[in-house]
């Protein structure tokens, strides 16, 4: 995980100011280092309008066997790359190393082929993992964009004067307005040409494009690393799908690879003491199907000495908690206690295996002292359901909280603690891939399977997506803290399989109901997540209805009198 910050100026260069460079810092607190490079004009203009680009970039060091600073660089007019990611696989298979290095080096290499740009968009599309970058090709040419499904943050400004800025936090103090970089391919700035009037830097779009046998990838666009989803019914079966059945068993497998990628060789601090070792990982635990069934897995990637901090956050929510009572409102959020009686079935199916649940309680003086920091790093998106949801992350990617000493006696004592944990396992993506929302069964009861607005409709539209909504968000405000955090639900291979399956292997909507020994008495919605908690022995798990985070942690409508506001509405 990376900070990173990009400018392209005429004349002078653009430096991030100190409110950006502490916010970049703070993502990456083991190295932050910046470097300048001036290109002149082709027409050979007065170097006052030369262009210039300054790259900064922050690193917290979780790959290869030392920390490597950024912003990456060969010669000294040669390529730069500043990369916030984790190519956790190329096309000549997992990336065992540093791979921002490996991705500088590909790039590098691409960017002396007679046909450079389509060398680099071939390096691009070949990558496997999250990931924002801006990459100069020495050619005059900068290079930015973000991975097609946008887990990492990458936003733009344009100053008055032209200048372009790149940024993994938007810099309040700057008077411009900031957007999300679309995850829809890479962007190309000629920071060479020789026009100097205002906003003359000319930006082209490299499109993602599903490619295949029938739609080869374009030398001007990225190949998707996945096809369109899989509408086809004709062999529709009457029963669904069981414990027994091939998808549940393929999806323990790709699941179990996408977590051995994501928790195994992770870099540790040269201070880190011998308990701190035992602590890579931590899960960001609702007691919920999808995080809970991640942590269940982790526990056979993970050699058996290492600790698993579930991370569990509950807020005191005035509209909702009274004073005077005898019950630790926190332990009433519904997540809280979701979170327990999850816990219980992780370890009487995991023996051996040490799950710690962090309890990070958040009283209303604490959310209102950090409520405009968040505010303002999850800028731009500005309404009350962002702020409910991105706080919820924000105090939970903190980690401090406290954790029962003992949870064999029957009041076990509590005691402060604070994860050492820097990568975060979050089951993000599940409900999108695999009906888990609320409206895919109103799409199925309303319109059915295949009709207009039916339930293939309404997955079709949440998958395709993904990539446009809320992970740069999550990821400005889950960083912060100088953590990462990975989704191994979005995992291309796993995302490739949800596309390409039927949807009967995915969902139980409007199929008979099997015996109830197999399933057959699980909610339709994710069923070959529930079938997969159940043959890991998760019964009560699998049995888990989906619920929001803002409801399970309360932190939506925090305050008095805020029951009628909706989450649409603007941040004051």
């Not at 990376?2 to 991030?16: A, H, K, L, N, Y």
């Not at 190519?87 to 540093?98: I, Q």
């Amino acid at each position: 995980m990376c900070g990173i910050f990009c400018s392209v100026s005429r004349g002078q260069v653009v430096e991030p100011s100190y409110n950006a460079r502490d916010l970049l810092h703070q993502r990456g607190p083991d190295i932050l280092d910046s470097f300048n490079h001036v290109i002149p004009l082709s027409n050979g203009q007065d170097a006052s309008e030369s262009a210039c680009l300054h790259f900064t970039s922050s690193v917290l060091a979780l790959r290869g066997a030392s920390t490597v600073a950024q912003p990456l660089k060969n010669v000294s007019n040669g390529p730069v790359l500043c990369w916030n990611g984790e190519a956790w696989k190329t096309a000549k298979g997992v990336v065992s190393g540093n791979d921002g290095v490996l991705v500088m080096e590909m790039l590098s290499e691409a960017s002396k082929q007679p046909d450079s740009q389509s060398s680099i968009l071939r390096v691009i599309e070949q990558i496997r993992g999250p990931f924002a970058l801006a990459y100069y090709d020495g050619n005059g040419r900068l290079y930015y964009g973000r991975d097609c499904l946008g887990r990492r943050s990458l936003v733009k400004a344009t100053l008055e004067d032209g200048t372009i800025i790149l940024s993994s936090v938007a810099d309040l103090t700057l008077d411009a307005p900031w957007a999300e970089v679309d995850a829809d391919g890479l962007y190309v700035v000629d920071v060479s040409a020789g026009d100097t009037t205002p906003h003359n830097f000319t930006i082209a779009h490299i499109p993602s494009i599903v490619s295949g046998p029938s739609i080869p990838s374009a030398p001007t666009s990225l190949a998707l690393p996945f096809t369109n989803m899989n509408r086809d019914v004709s062999n529709l079966p009457t029963n669904r799908i069981n414990t027994h059945s091939p998808a549940v068993a393929e999806m323990e497998k790709l699941l179990t690879k996408s977590l051995e990628l994501r928790t195994l060789n992770i870099h540790q601090k040269p201070d880190t003491t011998p308990n701190e070792r035992k602590v890579n990982v931590a899960i960001l635990f609702s007691g919920g199907l999808d995080c809970t069934l991640l942590a269940r897995l982790t526990h056979h990637t993970l050699h058996p000495d290492q600790e698993i901090d579930l991370l569990n956050v509950a807020f005191e929510n005035p509209r909702i908690h009274k004073p005077g009572s005898d019950i630790s409102f926190y332990e009433t959020c519904p997540d809280r206690m979701t979170a327990r009686s999850s816990l219980v079935e992780l370890q009487q199916t995991c023996p051996g295996r040490t799950f710690r649940l962090v309890c990070v309680n958040v009283p209303y003086p604490l959310f209102q002292a950090h409520r405009q920091k968040v505010i303002d790093l999850i800028h731009p998106h500005n309404t009350e359901m962002d702020l409910s949801i991105a706080i919820a992350l924000y105090f939970a990617s903190r980690g401090v909280g406290t954790i029962s000493v003992s949870e064999t006696t029957e009041k076990p004592s509590e005691i402060d603690y604070e994860t050492p944990a820097r990568v975060l396992i979050s089951g993000l993506g599940a409900d999108e891939l695999f009906g888990g929302y609320r409206r895919h069964e109103n799409a199925f009861t309303m319109h059915g399977l295949t009709t207009k607005d039916g339930l293939l409709d309404s997955l079709d539209e949440d998958i395709s997506r993904i990539g446009k909504r809320n992970l740069g968000r999550d990821d400005r405000v889950l960083s912060h803290w100088g953590k990462e955090a990975r989704y191994p639900f979005l995992d291309e291979d796993v995302v490739a399989w949800a596309l390409e399956a039927p949807v009967w292997d995915k969902v139980g909507f409007g199929f008979e109901l099997g015996e109830e020994m197999d399933g057959g008495d699980l909610e339709p919605g994710k069923l070959i997540l529930r079938l997969l908690a159940k043959k890991l022995g998760m019964n009560s798990v699998a049995k888990e209805a989906k619920r929001a985070i803002q409801f399970g942690a309360r932190t939506a409508k925090m305050g008095i009198g805020s029951g009628k506001m909706k989450g649409t509405q603007q941040l004051s």
